[in-house]
C-alpha cells in the first residue's frame, strides 16, 4: 500500500467530546511519491465560530453559512481514505474529529494505519527548535503559503512527509535496525518505511563515509580540524588597524558596519591586561559590540603565546552564539590561524557505551522512553559533540538520559575501545588542543574548587555575564537538598519485587529472594522511605508554624525560613534533628546491604561491570545524601554560611527545599581564582553603580591594585531612542495599597497597549503580583485584540514564550527573575517595557538578611553596600530590554515612583544612559506617549 492521504482540520476548539465542530477539510493525497489529487471544502458547523478560531484562520461565520455539513461530505471524505495510510501533524486530533463526525453518523471510524508527523519529525529532526508545522516547515525551508487554513496545512504537511521519507531513506542500517525494533512502541505505523530501507541496505555493500560503527551503533565520523602554528609578526595595534580601520576587514565582511570607537578601546584595554598581568572590569554597555570585542585580543593573545585562553559564559545562549555567529565571521576577520573548542560538564555528553548497553537490554519502558531513544539514534548520525543540549528531550526523556551521561560512567578505561569514542574525551581532548576554551559559571567554578582538574590548564580568562559569578560560586559551594530529589534517589533503587534498580538486577542474576542478603532489604528501604517522608512533613510543620504570624512570601512565592544550629533550640527543633540523625543511620544501612550484595554479584560468572558501576553509582548517591543531611542538621553552621527551608504553603506537606551557601564568596574567589591566574578579564553590560565598580570588587573579593576599570559607553542615541516616563498618581504601596496599586498597573498596561499596540514587556518582581495583574488584565483585556502572555502561567520555556510573544502582532509578555535579562527582542516586536517595582531583593530573603548582617558586623551600611547596588543593576538589566540596535524606539515606563522620590532614586537614575525623565499624572504620560510614538 504506497497510498498516503494527509488530513488537516481547521475546528472551533480542540475536543469534540466538547461538542467542538470541523469547519474546514483539507485533504491531499500521495501516491509513488508525488502529489496526486487535493480536496478542500468548508463545513458549516451548525454553531457559533469563537473570535480567537477566526483571528486564527480567517474563517468566520458568514464564510460557512451555505457551506455544507459534514454528513453531506462524509461519504467522500471516506472514500478517499480508503486503503491508505493517515498522515497528520498531530493525528490523535485530526482523527479524533474525523472519527467523532463518522461515529454520530452511525458510520465506521476509520482503522486505517497512520504516521504522526510531529512524533516522525522529532525523532528524525531532534534538532529542530519546535515542532509546530509552522517553525519546523520554517527550520527546513518548506514554503508555507497560508498557514491555518486547511489545504494549505495539508500541503506543507504531505512536503514535509516526503522530506522525511527520503530522510529514512539515508539512515545507516544500524540506526534502522534499532528503529525497526522501537517502531512497535510508537504511535505512527513506520514499519514499512523502516522495512525497505532496511531491506534495501542488507543487500547492499555502500557504507556513508560519514559515519562510523561500532557496538551496533551508528554515529558521525569526527573530523579534526587541525590548525597549524604559524608564528606572529604583526604587532597588536596594525592587526587592530586591519580589522576596525576604515579599509579593515570589519568592513568587508560585516553588513552595515558602524564604526564603534568603544569596540577597539576594549580590545586594547583587554590585550594590555593581559600584557600588564593585570585583571580588567570592563562593563560594556548594549551596542558595543563586547563579544567581538575581547574574541579578538583573545585569539591573539593565545596564539601568540602558545597558552590557552578560557573564556566562560552564565547562559548556553551566549555559548550557542559565540560558536555559531561570533567564531565563524572572526575567522573571516583576522588572519590568524586558530582553534576554539568547547567544553562542558560530564553530564551534558552522551556515553555511547551506556546507550548501546540500553538498547541491548530488553527492559519494558514507557513512551517518552522509547521516543528519547529514537531521538538519540538518529542524532548521532549527525552530531559532532555528543552534547545532549543541541536536541529537546521529552519530559521523562532526561531521566532516562541521566543513565546514558558520561557522568554514570565511573572512571573510564583508557585502552577500553570506548574510550576512544568517547564523546566527552574527544571534548577534552579538543580543549587541550584549542587556543581558546568556550566554557560555562558552572563548570569554571567546578573547576575552581576542585584544584583545577576539569578544565586543561590555562593562565589567563574572559568571564562574560560576570554580574551572575559570585551568585554561582557561592552555589557551588553550598548545597541544595529537597523531598522529591531524595525520594526520587530512593525510589530509582526500589523493593525486591518492584521492577526498579535493585529488583532487576535480582531477576537478572536469578538471586533468591529469600537471600539472607536481602531477607531485610524491603524492611529497611521501606523505613527509609518512611523516615524521608516523616523529616520532611516535621519540618514542614515547624517552619509553617514559625510563619503563621509573618504573612509576608517571598518573591518566589514560597515561605522562607533562614535557621542556625547554634541558635534552634525548641524541643521541636530537637525532634528535627533527631529524626535526620536518625535518617542517616538507616542510609548508611542500605549502602552496606548494597556494598554486600555487590561483593555475592562478584563472584558470579557473568556479572556485568556495567551493573557494577550502576551500584557505585547508588552507593555514591546515598552517601550524597548522607553528607547533605548531615551538613545541614548536624555540622554547626560557620559564620561565613547561610542556611535555610523554603516551604510551599499551598504544596503537598512534603514540599520542602533545603539550602545552603557561604554569605561572603570574595575570600574564596580570591584565593582559588584571581591569585592563582595571571590575568581575569570580567565584563557585562551591567558591573557599575552609578559609574562605580567598587560594589562587584567588594563582591568578587578583587583588590583595586591589580585590576583595570573601564566603562564603555553604548554607541546608540538613547536621548532619541527612550522616553523614560513615571506617574506621579499611583497609590503608595507602602501603606498596604497592593491591589489599588495593581489596579493602576493594570490601567496604565491597557492604556499603554493601545498606544504601542501591544508589543509591551511588563516586568515584576513577585510572581504574587504577576498573578494577580493577569488575573485583572484577563478581565479586562479585549482578548480578540491582544495576546496576553504571562511566565508561570502561559505554558513553555522563556524562550518559547518570547516566540509567542514575537509570532503575534499584538501581544502583551508579564515576565518576571529570568526575563530581566538575556531576552533579545529587536525592532518593533518590542516598543513599552513597563517596570512594575524597582527590583529589591525582599529584606527578609534568607541570604539578604545573612549577608546583611555580616555586613553589619563589618561596621558596613547593608542598604548601600548590598541592597541598593544588587537593585540598580537588576534594575540596569531589565532597562537593557528596550533598545537592542540603533534603530529601536521605545518608552521605559516605571510604576515605582521611588525611583524620583526616594533619595536614593538618582542612583538608578545615574546608572543607566542619558534619557528625557517625564513625572506627571498616567493621563498626561499616556497623550505624550501618543505624540512621541
Given at each position: 500500500m504506497d497510498k498516503y492521504v494527509v488530513i488537516d482540520l481547521e475546528t472551533t476548539g480542540h475536543s469534540p467530546a466538547k461538542s467542538d465542530k470541523i469547519i474546514e477539510v483539507g485533504l491531499v493525497i500521495i501516491e509513488d511519491d508525488v502529489i496526486v489529487d487535493e480536496f478542500s471544502t468548508l463545513l458549516?458547523?451548525?454553531?457559533?465560530?469563537?473570535?480567537?478560531?477566526?483571528?486564527?484562520?480567517?474563517?468566520?461565520?458568514?464564510?460557512?453559512?451555505?457551506?455544507?455539513?459534514?454528513?453531506?461530505?462524509?461519504?467522500?471524505?471516506?472514500?478517499?481514505?480508503?486503503?491508505?495510510?493517515?498522515?497528520?501533524?498531530?493525528?490523535?486530533?485530526?482523527?479524533?474529529?474525523?472519527?467523532?463526525?463518522?461515529?454520530?453518523?452511525?458510520?465506521?471510524?476509520?482503522?486505517?494505519?497512520?504516521?504522526?508527523?510531529?512524533?516522525?519529525?522529532?525523532?528524525?529532526?531532534?534538532?529542530?527548535?519546535?515542532f509546530k508545522l509552522g517553525q519546523l516547515t520554517e527550520y527546513l525551508d518548506i514554503h508555507h503559503s497560508d498557514p491555518h487554513r486547511a489545504l494549505s496545512d495539508a500541503f506543507v504537511t504531505a512536503k514535509l512527509f516526503l522530506k522525511m521519507k527520503q530522510k529514512i531513506n539515508q539512515l545507516p542500517f544500524e540506526t534502522v535496525s534499532h528503529l525497526l525494533h522501537l517502531e512497535k512502541s510508537l504511535k505512527s505505523d513506520l514499519s514499512h518505511l523502516l522495512d525497505e530501507r532496511h531491506h534495501a541496505l542488507a543487500f547492499s555493500l555502500q557504507k556513508r563515509d560519514d559515519m562510523d560503527t561500532y557496538g551496533g551503533l551508528a554515529y558521525k565520523k569526527m573530523v579534526d580540524h587541525s590548525v597549524t602554528e604559524d608564528e606572529i609578526e604583526t604587532p597588536f595595534g596594525i592587526y587592530l588597524d586591519d580589522i576596525y580601520e576604515t579599509n579593515g576587514s570589519m568592513h568587508q565582511f560585516m553588513d552595515n558596519y558602524e564604526k564603534r570607537s568603544g569596540q577597539r578601546e576594549m580590545s586594547e584595554t583587554i590585550y594590555d591586561a593581559f600584557q600588564s598581568k593585570s585583571h580588567a572590569l570592563i562593563e560594556a554597555e548594549t551596542g558595543t559590540g563586547k563579544s567581538l570585542a575581547y574574541l579578538i585580543p583573545a585569539i591573539y593573545e593565545a596564539a601568540l603565546t602558545q597558552k590557552r585562553i578560557i573564556i566562560s559564559t552564565y547562559t548556553t545562549q551566549l555559548q550557542s552564539q559565540l560558536l555559531e555567529e561570533e567564531i565563524p565571521l572572526i575567522s573571516k576577520l583576522v588572519s590568524i590561524p586558530f582553534k576554539v573548542a568547547l567544553l562542558k560538564g560530564k553530564q551534558h555528553y552522551i556515553s555511547l557505551?551506556?546507550?548501546?548497553?540500553?538498547?541491548?537490554?530488553?527492559?519494558?519502558?514507557?513512551?517518552?522512553?522509547?521516543?528519547?531513544?529514537?531521538?538519540?539514534?538518529?542524532?548521532?548520525?549527525?552530531?559532532?559533540?555528543?552534547?545532549?543540549?543541541?536536541?529537546?528531550?521529552?519530559?521523562?526523556?532526561?531521566?532516562?538520559?541521566?543513565?546514558?551521561?558520561?557522568?554514570?560512567?565511573?572512571?573510564?578505561?583508557?585502552?577500553?575501545?570506548?574510550?576512544?569514542?568517547?564523546?566527552?574525551?574527544?571534548?577534552?581532548?579538543?580543549?587541550?588542543?584549542?587556543?581558546?576554551?568556550?566554557?560555562?559559571?558552572?563548570?569554571?567554578?567546578?573547576?575552581?574548587?576542585?584544584?583545577?582538574?576539569?578544565?586543561?590548564?590555562?593562565?589567563?580568562?574572559?568571564?562574560?555575564?560576570?554580574?551572575?559569578?559570585?551568585?554561582?560560586?557561592?552555589?557551588?559551594?553550598?548545597?541544595?537538598?529537597?523531598?522529591?530529589?531524595?525520594?526520587y534517589s530512593l525510589n530509582q533503587i526500589g523493593t525486591i519485587e518492584e521492577d526498579n534498580f535493585i529488583g532487576k538486577l535480582i531477576k537478572k542474576y536469578s538471586v533468591d529472594e529469600n537471600h539472607p542478603l536481602l531477607e531485610k532489604w524491603n524492611d529497611m528501604y521501606g523505613i527509609t522511605k518512611h523516615e524521608t517522608d516523616d523529616?520532611?512533613?516535621?519540618?514542614?510543620?515547624?517552619?509553617?508554624?514559625?510563619?503563621?504570624?509573618?504573612?509576608?512570601?517571598?518573591?518566589?512565592?514560597?515561605?522562607q525560613y533562614r535557621f542556625d544550629l547554634g541558635k534552634e533550640n525548641s524541643a521541636k527543633?530537637?525532634?528535627?534533628?533527631?529524626?535526620?540523625?536518625?535518617?542517616?543511620?538507616?542510609?548508611?544501612?542500605?549502602?552496606?546491604?548494597?556494598?554486600?550484595?555487590?561483593?555475592?554479584?562478584?563472584?558470579?560468572?557473568?556479572?556485568?561491570?556495567?551493573?557494577?558501576?550502576?551500584?557505585?553509582?547508588?552507593?555514591?548517591?546515598?552517601?550524597?545524601?548522607?553528607?547533605?543531611?548531615?551538613?545541614?542538621?548536624?555540622?554547626?553552621?560557620?559564620?561565613?554560611?547561610?542556611?535555610?527551608?523554603?516551604?510551599?504553603?499551598?504544596?503537598?506537606?512534603?514540599?520542602?527545599?533545603l539550602y545552603s551557601e557561604p554569605t561572603d564568596i570574595s575570600d574564596f574567589l580570591h584565593e582559588d581564582f584571581f591569585a592563582k591566574k595571571k590575568s581575569v578579564i570580567l565584563t557585562s553590560a551591567?558591573?557599575?553603580?552609578?559609574?562605580?565598580?567598587?560594589?562587584?570588587?567588594?563582591?568578587?573579593?578583587?583588590?583595586?591594585?591589580?585590576?583595570?576599570?573601564?566603562?564603555?559607553?553604548?554607541?546608540?542615541?538613547?536621548?532619541?531612542?527612550?522616553?523614560?516616563?513615571?506617574?506621579?498618581?499611583?497609590p503608595d504601596i507602602k501603606y498596604g495599597n497592593m491591589d489599588d496599586f495593581i489596579y493602576s498597573v493594570c490601567e496604565a498596561i491597557l492604556s499603554l497597549a493601545e498606544v504601542t499596540k501591544g508589543r509591551m514587556l511588563v516586568l515584576f518582581t513577585s510572581y504574587e503580583m504577576l498573578r494577580?495583574?493577569?488575573?485583572?488584565?484577563?478581565?479586562?483585556?479585549?482578548?480578540?485584540?491582544?495576546?496576553?502572555?504571562?511566565?508561570?502561567?502561559?505554558?513553555?520555556?522563556?524562550?518559547?514564550?518570547?516566540?509567542?510573544?514575537?509570532?503575534?502582532?499584538?501581544?502583551?509578555?508579564?515576565?518576571?527573575?529570568?526575563?530581566?535579562?538575556?531576552?533579545?527582542?529587536?525592532?518593533?516586536?518590542?516598543?513599552?517595557?513597563?517596570?512594575?517595582?524597582?527590583?529589591?531583593?525582599?529584606?527578609?530573603?534568607?541570604?539578604?538578611?545573612?549577608?546583611?548582617?555580616?555586613?553589619?558586623?563589618?561596621?558596613?551600611?547593608?542598604?548601600?553596600?548590598?541592597?541598593?547596588?544588587?537593585?540598580?543593576?537588576?534594575?540596569?538589566?531589565?532597562?537593557?530590554?528596550?533598545?537592542?540596535?540603533?534603530?529601536?524606539?521605545?518608552?521605559?515606563?516605571?510604576?515605582?515612583?521611588?525611583?524620583?522620590?526616594?533619595?536614593?532614586?538618582?542612583?538608578?537614575?545615574?546608572?543607566?544612559?542619558?534619557?528625557?525623565?517625564?513625572?506627571?499624572?498616567?493621563?498626561?504620560?499616556?497623550?505624550?506617549?501618543e505624540k512621541w510614538f
Open positions: 458549516n458547523p451548525n454553531q457559533p465560530i469563537p473570535p480567537f478560531i477566526s483571528n486564527l484562520t480567517g474563517i468566520h461565520d458568514e464564510d460557512v453559512a451555505y457551506a455544507p455539513t459534514f454528513h453531506e461530505q462524509a461519504s467522500d471524505i471516506a472514500e478517499m481514505c480508503k486503503d491508505s495510510y493517515l498522515i497528520a501533524h498531530n493525528v490523535p486530533f485530526d482523527l479524533g474529529f474525523i472519527n467523532e463526525e463518522f461515529a454520530g453518523l452511525g458510520m465506521e471510524r476509520l482503522t486505517n494505519p497512520v504516521i504522526d508527523t510531529v512524533e516522525l519529525a522529532r525523532i528524525l529532526y531532534p534538532q529542530s527548535p519546535s557505551e551506556k546507550f548501546a548497553h540500553e538498547l541491548a537490554s530488553e527492559q519494558q519502558e514507557n513512551y517518552d522512553v522509547i521516543l528519547t531513544k529514537a531521538m538519540i539514534l538518529v542524532w548521532l548520525t549527525e552530531t559532532e559533540t555528543g552534547d545532549i543540549d543541541e536536541i529537546q528531550l521529552p519530559s521523562s526523556g532526561y531521566l532516562f538520559y541521566k543513565k546514558i551521561s558520561t557522568d554514570s560512567e565511573g572512571i573510564m578505561d583508557p585502552h577500553s575501545p570506548w574510550f576512544s569514542r568517547s564523546f566527552y574525551q574527544k571534548a577534552r581532548k579538543k580543549a587541550q588542543q584549542a587556543n581558546v576554551v568556550i566554557t560555562n559559571h558552572a563548570l569554571l567554578c567546578t573547576d575552581m574548587f576542585n584544584d583545577y582538574q576539569f578544565l586543561p590548564a590555562y593562565e589567563k580568562a574572559i568571564v562574560d555575564e560576570a554580574h551572575h559569578l559570585e551568585e554561582t560560586a557561592s552555589k557551588h559551594y553550598g548545597l541544595k537538598l529537597d523531598y522529591v530529589t531524595l525520594q523529616l520532611f512533613r516535621t519540618i514542614f510543620q515547624y517552619v509553617y508554624t514559625q510563619h503563621k504570624n509573618d504573612k509576608s512570601l517571598s518573591d518566589i512565592g514560597r515561605i527543633w530537637n525532634t528535627v534533628v533527631e529524626m535526620a540523625t536518625r535518617l542517616t543511620f538507616f542510609l548508611r544501612d542500605l549502602i552496606h546491604m548494597l556494598s554486600n550484595f555487590k561483593e555475592y554479584l562478584e563472584k558470579m560468572e557473568h556479572y556485568d561491570r556495567f551493573d557494577n558501576e550502576d551500584i557505585l553509582n547508588c552507593m555514591n548517591q546515598l552517601q550524597s545524601l548522607i553528607d547533605r543531611v548531615e551538613k545541614l542538621f548536624i555540622m554547626e553552621t560557620p559564620k561565613t554560611e547561610v542556611k535555610w527551608i523554603e516551604i510551599e504553603a499551598s504544596g503537598a506537606r512534603n514540599a520542602v527545599y551591567t558591573l557599575t553603580m552609578k559609574s562605580s565598580f567598587s560594589f562587584i570588587q567588594d563582591r568578587l573579593g578583587l583588590q583595586s591594585e591589580n585590576v583595570v576599570t573601564m566603562k564603555i559607553n553604548s554607541p546608540f542615541s538613547y536621548e532619541n531612542q527612550v522616553q523614560l516616563m513615571v506617574p506621579n498618581d499611583f494577580k495583574s493577569y488575573t485583572l488584565l484577563k478581565e479586562t483585556i479585549d482578548i480578540n485584540s491582544y495576546m496576553l502572555i504571562a511566565q508561570g502561567i502561559s505554558s513553555g520555556s522563556r524562550a518559547r514564550l518570547k516566540k509567542n510573544f514575537q509570532t503575534f502582532d499584538q501581544s502583551i509578555l508579564l515576565g518576571t527573575s529570568s526575563f530581566w535579562e538575556g531576552v533579545d527582542i529587536p525592532g518593533e516586536d518590542l516598543s513599552c517595557l513597563m517596570i512594575v517595582r524597582l527590583p529589591f531583593q525582599p529584606p527578609n530573603h534568607p541570604i539578604y538578611e545573612a549577608k546583611s548582617s555580616y555586613l553589619k558586623q563589618k561596621g558596613k551600611n547593608a542598604f548601600m553596600e548590598l541592597s541598593l547596588p544588587n537593585a540598580v543593576i537588576r534594575f540596569k538589566q531589565g532597562f537593557g530590554r528596550l533598545i537592542r540596535s540603533s534603530s529601536d524606539r521605545g518608552i521605559v515606563f516605571v510604576c515605582d515612583a521611588r525611583i524620583i522620590k526616594a533619595r536614593y532614586g538618582k542612583y538608578f537614575i545615574d546608572s543607566i544612559p542619558n534619557v528625557p525623565i517625564t513625572h506627571d499624572s498616567t493621563q498626561q504620560l499616556i497623550e505624550k506617549a
